[in-house]
């Protein structure tokens, strides 16, 4: 391994904001542990990729940089991808939108009524806070009925977090961020807790997300 590429993973890691940088290590606890990624400084991390990750450490961290929006870094220092970013490119209204059919394709409704947006927002930390912050007392009735939690997930949660029921609640729903991955919009959220027991405020945030 060049030692040009290690000083390249340092560079990508500091050009990154502190938030974006958390986000970063929250998308690596999918492939490795929790307890080595969360409190690791940005040397430390490079250090764990290294070792995690020897042969495509670059092309790993070039993946999580598209999902946490800094393209930008992939450009600049050439890391290495599977795919290339896809390019928006305007398409041309093809028969089946002119005549007021629906084409699969097209992101348009009969009558030509735009279609919901085809990549909707990944739901934040900060979003997942605030609705934490409402769930209250209920938050294992929801985790267990709604979001496919077990009992011994949240037991755990709780022994993690202890005497701090806002992160209970936040943990729990990073657990079901996880599962979801791209999946985890306000949209998808919203579909699992309409039917739960809780504050009215946690479903008007969410449906106020989904146009983003």
């Not at 929250?26 to 542990?33: A, G, M, R, T, V």
């Not at 022994?159 to 209970?168: A, G, I």
Request: aromatic share 4%.
């Amino acid at each position: 391994m060049a030692r040009d590429e290690r000083a390249t993973l340092l560079e990508v890691h500091q050009a990154l904001s502190e938030e974006q940088f958390q986000n970063l290590k929250y998308l690596l606890e999918s492939k490795i542990p929790a307890g080595l990624v969360r409190q690791a400084s940005r040397p430390e991390l490079c250090q764990i990729l290294l070792e995690r990750f020897p042969e495509n450490f670059l092309r790993e961290i070039a993946r999580i940089l598209q999902q946490i929006g800094r393209p930008d870094l992939i450009q600049r220092f050439q890391l290495p991808l599977e795919e290339k970013i896809p390019e928006e490119n305007p398409r041309e209204p093809n028969r089946d939108t002119l005549n007021g059919t629906r084409n699969p394709t097209s992101g348009q409704h009969p009558g030509g009524i735009p279609a919901p947006p085809i990549n909707p927002r990944r739901l934040t930390e900060k979003d997942l806070m605030r609705v934490a912050k409402r769930l209250g007392k209920e938050w294992q009735e929801v985790g267990i009925l709604h979001l496919g939690l077990k009992q011994s997930r949240l037991d755990q949660i709780q022994e993690e977090n202890p005497n701090n029921s806002t992160m209970w609640s936040f943990e729990m729903l990073r657990d079901w961020q996880r599962r979801q991955r791209e999946e985890a919009t306000a949209s998808q959220l919203l579909a699992c807790l309409e039917d739960a027991r809780l504050d009215p405020e946690i479903l008007n945030f969410l449906r106020s997300l989904q146009g983003n």
